[in-house]
Nanobody, 122 residues
Framework: QVQLQESGPGLVKPSQTLSVTCAVS??????????WNWIRQPPGKGLEWMGA???????YYLPSLKSRTTIIRDTSKNQFTLLLDSVTPDDTAVYYC??????????????WGQGTQVTVSS
């Protein structure tokens, strides 16, 4: 069974770059037809899909966040990382990673990490 674990800074200052990494175990991020997603949930709001990287390294981003978002992977460590530039307090959220056979999975689809809280504040 695939397991995912997020790790992040907890607190980021405005205008800085947020970096959150997802370590994957029990499966490879290069497994055919699998997509590795980042989803966030701001306080009091619903889930927002941010982007994904595929088994082959192709990337997909939410258009409204595309200019600030980069997803990269390290196949030697079997992990992938979300980079979000120029953060503001509106980027405060619980950040989840998820692996599935689709982009933008529901919680019933694939495997999800437990989430990591990131707060943007000076």
């Amino acid at each position: 069974q695939v397991q995912l674990q997020e790790s992040g800074p907890g607190l980021v200052k405005p205008s800085q770059t947020l970096s959150v990494t997802c370590a994957v175990s029990g499966g490879s991020i290069t497994t055919d037809y699998h997509y590795w997603n980042w989803i966030r949930q701001p306080p009091g709001k619903g889930l927002e899909w941010m982007g994904a990287i595929s088994y082959s390294g192709s990337t997909y981003y939410l258009p409204s966040l595309k200019s600030r978002t980069t997803i990269i992977r390290d196949t030697s460590k079997n992990q992938f990382t979300l980079l979000l530039d120029s953060v503001t307090p509106d980027d405060t959220a619980v950040y989840y990673c998820a692996g599935a056979r689709v982009v933008n999975p529901t919680k019933e689809q694939g495997s999800w990490g437990q989430g990591t809280q990131v707060t943007v504040s000076s």
